[in-house]
Structures are given as C-alpha cells and as structure tokens.
C-alpha cells in the first residue's frame, strides 16, 4: 500500500507569531518553523499502516526552503522518501490554492491512502482535507480517530461531538487524523542518520504541473485586509484563597449577573 | 436584495443556537435563507423564522449518509440558483470542511473560524491564540463563510421562512465516503460544548479521573463541561471535550478554568471568551494573566465552596 503523508512547515505556537506587514502573510522568519503537530499523528499513521500492509510512505510537502528541515524531521520518523514543491510563486497562496497544488501533484503519483493532520496551528482553517477530497473526487475520510483498511475496503472512525461515526469507502481515499488516533513515535539516531540519504525529490510549479495563475498571492481567492495585535484584556483581579476564596468568586460572578 | 444561505445546524430537528447567531449576521449582508438537511423543517419553521429566515429549503435526510460531499453539492446547487450573495455555515469541523468543498465547487475563496462580519462581507479572525486580530475579504466567487459558535450575538427579527423542498441527485463522488453507523459516546443534559454560554474546565489541577469537582460547578451554572489538554491526556476526561489548539474552540459568556495554567495550546481555544476566571495554585500560571478574575488556591477547596454559594443563592 502506497501512502503520501502531508506535512506542512508552520511557526512554533511556542514562540511569538507574527505577520508581515508587507502583504500580511505569515512571517516565517520571525519564529522556528516546526512540522505542524497533528500532521506527526498523521506520520504516526501512514508508518502503522505500511507495517502492517506493506508498501511505500511519502512525505509531499509545500513550502518555502526552509521547510526541507522539517521534510528531513519527518523522514527521520520512518518514511521512505519526500516531495517537496517549493517556488516562489507559491508565495501568499491560501488554504484552497495550497490544496489545489497539492491535488495537482498528488495526480501525478500513484497512490492508495493520503493521509494529513485535520488542521494546522497556524492558518487552522481546516478545510484542505475536504479540499482536496473535492478536487480529486476521492473518498473523504476525515476527521479520523481510527483507521482500518482491509484489501481496497477502508474503515475509519469519524469523531463528532457525540462520539463517532463509522465511514466506509474504497481506496483511493483521503485520510485527515485527530490526536486521539495515535501516539506519534520518537525518532531514533539510527533513524536521523538515515533520513539524511532518504531522496527529496523538488519539485517547481512547472514541474508539478501548476499553472501559475492558480496559485500565489496575486490570485488568491481570499485577502487578508488588515491586521493588529488583539486589544489587551484590562487587568483582572487576583486575590489568594484565605478560606473564602469560593465565596469571592461567587460575589464577582453574582456582580456579573451570572448568578 | 440577495438571498444569503445559512446552513442549518440541527440535532433531531432541534435548531442549535449558532444557526441564530448565522442568521443574524445574514440579515446584514442581505435575505436570510434557511438551508434544512434531513427531516423536521416543518416543526422548525418557528424558530427559523424568529430569526428572520425568509426562506427554508429543505433537502431529504438521505444527505446525511454521506460524509460532507452532498452538503457541499446542495448549497452549490443553491447558489447557482439563486445567485445567493454568500453562504454562512458554522465553523464547527464539519462546518469548515462543509465551506471547503462547497468553495471549491463554486470557485470561490472561503474564510474559516470567522468572528464577525460586515454587511460589506469583510470577516474578522482572531490568531495565534487570539493575539492578532485579522480583516479579510474573499476576492473570488461567492463568499463562503464559516463563523465561530457564539462569536455573533442572536438578536430575533420576524421572517416568513416559506419551506421549499429542494431535489438533489447525488453525484457518485459525493456518495464515495458512507456514513455506515452512528456511535453516541456521551449522553448528558449538559449543553454542548462550542454551543454553551458558560463553560467550565478542568485541567492537571484536578489530578484524577475524578471530574466530579468540575461538573457539579458546571451543573450548578447550567454549565457544559471542558478539559485541558493535559487531562485528556491522562486519560481523566473523554477526547471531544478538550479545549484547546488541538481540541475545541469555545467563545462562552463565562469560561472558568480549574487547575489549568493556560499554555497557548489552552489559550487558542478559549481566549475570545467574555470573561474568563481562574482557579489555580500558581500564581505564576499565564492564564491569570488574561483572567478577569482569578483565585490563587487548592481548586479542591475552592470550587466546593463556590458550588455550594450558588446553589444557596438560587
């Protein structure tokens, strides 16, 4: 079973984010790039299923050089090899722009699962999943917390807000993960030395076969108009428990009518 | 003037609260327009109409055996039809991949987890755990737009919400992914999480599996019951309701946080609460730094006693 994971390079949540008040995109320069957490989980996932079913897993990721760090971490996870596609005209392109190249490249592999994080920490849009579900007419297999496949039969388990639901399809299908599927596995030192000769094959926008008028700043379907840092919460009060600590917050909500 | 379709967000024919919220922020963009899947529109006309939904267009149940892709192809059908000014949905996950697919199909852009909206169509966003505050427009076809569950207040406004039934053919693609069994995990009396006025949380504060402390405050308030992502680690609470980066996005009236130090992670899904109290031992923990109102102390000793004086004053 051939699986094609997606990772996406974002900020470290750990440190301040910003963006550029040039065109209002994402500043990448500004923080750590780190691989976007759940897309470990979906890593995590791609590995189980190629040690129980046999097969390749892949690595495609979109962005800019510095994103190779991260397509290196990810294969010192356990994946066989990556694909980056990385070109300046790429530069601003949202959340369905980045889908569409991605589905762009993804026609020109062979492939039985895609398997990516349900959303990312920076943008957290949470649609290049369906996105791209849509754009290749594949089955879509999101929101997943368990995923069983069994011969080109697929099963996964679809968290809700009561629990979940259990979705069916054929493979080819595309796959987003929830925390709850797995716990992501450590690299190895083995494994980081041999990351470093696993092939990462770039690829440019003309290479990829993308028009360049579908991606990029220029011709993105949404704009960002403005920015500013959220107005400051005004101080609170802090008072420390001396037995009535209950009975003080019980006055403060009382003054704010929730009680 | 335009029509703006607003995708129902049902239990059973209940009409949840964000879809009051949706058809508020429509009637400023132009004519509210219900979108119904599945059965129970007639006896949701009441409240769709309270809100000022001019119209109901309901499709059969039968959508909902399949994963999004028919939603998505229904309220492109709509637009197509009615020339529709926008599409508003609630940015709940299904919300968003809902807005996804359905842009894709128009051609348009689309904006997820938005907070507000003009009638100009401009969408605010709050970032990065709510410490950037962003304005932005689709540039491309008809806005899709998914807005954040009790980010808009509802105020009511009287609409004729005239049901028209709606005839879909669903494409192969869209019947791809089938929805084969529905497994309720939690049954509770509690309002649901995104949805709920007042919310309240426990964190590692709360050192066991033992969440008895946090729903006893939250039964006393009417509250719905969240929990960092720490103790769903631990394994204390059940995975949908973390509050966080990685879990839910709540924007209550009230969050009270019990043994939560408030990590961005925490923050990202909670910091456009109204108000926001805390109880915690640290007086170091970064949430009271964003808290209106804050106790230092044993969480233990604390929340019984706030319990018990709110159910005295009742």
């Known amino acids: 079973m051939n699986i094609v994971v997606l990772v996406k390079q974002v900020p470290d949540t750990a440190t301040e984010r910003t963006l550029s008040p040039a065109d209002n995109t994402l500043d990448r320069a500004s923080s750590d790039g780190v691989i976007n957490e759940l897309d470990e989980y979906a890593i995590e996932e791609a590995l189980q299923l190629k040690e129980k079913h046999g097969g390749e897993v892949t690595v495609l990721s979109v962005g800019p050089d510095q994103a190779s760090e991260s397509i290196r971490k990810a294969l010192s996870m356990g994946p066989d090899k990556a694909i980056h596609l990385n070109d300046a005209a790429l530069h601003g392109s949202d959340a369905l722009q980045t889908a569409y190249a991605l589905a762009q490249v993804l026609r020109t592999i062979e492939f039985d699962l895609v398997v990516l994080g349900s959303e990312s920490t920076d943008a957290r849009t949470g649609v290049v999943g369906a996105a791209l579900a849509e754009y290749l007419e594949l089955p879509q297999l999101t929101l997943a917390s368990k995923v069983d496949v069994d011969g080109s039969d697929i099963t996964i388990q679809r968290a809700t807000d009561y629990g979940y639901d259990v979705v069916a399809a054929q493979l080819p299908a595309i796959v987003s993960v929830v925390e709850k599927i797995n716990d992501p596995r450590y690299p190895s030192f083995k494994l980081i030395m041999a990351a470093k000769k696993k092939p990462v094959e770039k690829l440019d926008l003309a290479a990829a076969g993308i028009e360049a008028d579908r991606v990029g700043l220029a011709n993105a379907t949404t704009e960002t108009v403005d920015f500013a840092a959220a107005p400051p919460r005004a101080a609170g009060t802090i008072v420390k428990d001396e037995g009535d600590g209950g009975q003080k917050l019980a006055a403060f909500l009382a003054e704010k009518k929730f009680i | ?314």
């Open chain 2, 1 to 314: 003037m335009a029509e703006v379709l607003v995708l129902v967000d049902h239990v059973d024919g209940e009409v949840k609260k964000v879809t009051a919220e949706l058809l508020t922020a429509a009637r400023r963009i132009g004519e509210p327009a219900a979108v119904w899947v599945g059965d129970g529109s007639d006896g949701a006309k009441a409240s769709l109409a309270e809100y000022g939904a001019e119209k109901v267009y309901t499709a059969p149940a039968e959508l909902n055996d399949y994963v999004v892709a028919p939603k998505a192809e229904l309220l492109a059908k709509l637009v197509e039809q009615t020339s529709a000014a926008a599409v508003l949905v609630s940015a709940t996950t299904e919300g968003k991949e809902v807005a996804g697919r359905t842009a894709v199909k128009l051609g348009s852009g689309v904006l997820t987890d938005v907070v507000d909206v003009t009638a100009e169509l401009v969408a605010e966003h709050s970032i990065f755990g709510g410490a950037t505050i962003t304005h932005s427009k689709v540039r491309t076809g008809t806005p899709v737009i998914a807005v954040r569950p009790n980010a808009i207040p509802a105020e009511p406004a009287e609409g004729a919400a005239a049901i028209e039934e709606v005839s879909v053919e669903m494409s192969d693609a869209a019947k791809s992914a089938k929805v084969v069994e529905r497994v309720q995990q939690e049954q509770s009396d509690r309002p649901e999480l995104t949805e709920a006025a007042i919310v309240v949380s426990g964190g590692r504060g709360v050192g066991s599996d033992d969440f008895s402390v946090v729903e006893s405050l939250a039964d006393s308030l009417g509250a719905a019951v969240g929990a960092s992502r720490a103790a769903v680690d631990s394994g204390w609470y059940p995975n949908q309701f973390q509050v966080g980066q990685t879990g839910k996005t709540v924007s209550p009236n009230l969050y009270i946080a019990l043994g939560i130090s408030g990590a961005i992670q925490h923050r990202a899904g909670m910091q456009t609460s109204k108000n926001i109290v805390a109880v915690n031992k640290d007086p170091e923990a970064p949430l009271l730094e964003i808290s209106d109102f804050a106790v230092i102390g044993d969480l233990h000793k604390v929340t019984p006693q706030l319990t018990e004086e709110i159910e005295k004053r009742k």
